[in-house]
């Protein structure tokens, strides 16, 4: 039987991101967020949703750009901090040892140590409720060559480690192993 939890902001498993941005002055901020989703194909398009009290919000409005840069299980600790530090009052770059790297594509910053990245430029901002949600449409993605498999796509099997999170639980996972190929096995039924 199953149990009601009620209306909450619960999906599992929930991916994190770091969401990287300039200020007025030219200064490279990240935070980490974890309400981000791919919400269109054609273009492509990824959705953030971030509250108006951040710095990162203020900043994707006057720039309207934005990376989003993918981080492993090697740097949980980073991220953590990322996302409890305030860049109005600290150099979360600096703090935290990681480098942002100015964007050839969009005026937004990303981080180096992270190996997977989407460069943005916001198209569309959605009042919701306690949240805004910025479309993206994703205009450029790097990645590290050592994470990639032959298909030139990330290795979600072994290189790449990308940590997921449990919001009500406020814990940070990895990925298990491959149970299988989409798209394939359901024609075995």
């Known amino acids: 039987m199953k149990r009601s939890l009620g209306a909450k902001s619960l999906l599992y498993p929930t991916p994190i991101v770091v969401v990287g941005t300039y200020d007025n002055d030219g200064r490279a901020n990240a935070m980490t967020v974890a309400w981000v989703g791919i919400v ?56 935290s040892g990681l480098t942002p790297i100015r964007s050839d594509i969009v005026d937004a910053p990303y981080v180096k140590e992270f190996p997977f990245i989407l ?36 290795d979600m099997g072994g290189r790449f480690k990308p940590l997921l999170y449990a919001p009500e639980l406020r814990k940070y996972f990895g990925m298990g192993p491959v149970l299988g190929n989409a798209f394939s096995m359901g024609k075995e039924m």
């Open 40 to 95: 269109c194909s054609q273009p492509p398009c990824i959705g953030i949703s971030l509250r108006k009290a951040t710095y990162t919000y203020g900043n994707i409005i006057e720039k309207e750009a934005f990376t989003i840069s993918i981080p492993t299980e090697k740097h949980v600790k980073e991220v953590d901090y990322l996302g409890i530090a305030s860049g109005r009052r600290e150099d979360k770059f600096s703090t």
């Open 119 to 154: 460069e943005c430029q916001l198209i569309q901002t959605i009042e919701i409720g306690l949240h805004t949600q910025f479309v993206g449409e994703i205009k450029n993605i790097k990645a590290d060559e050592s994470i990639l498999n032959e298909k030139d796509l990330p």
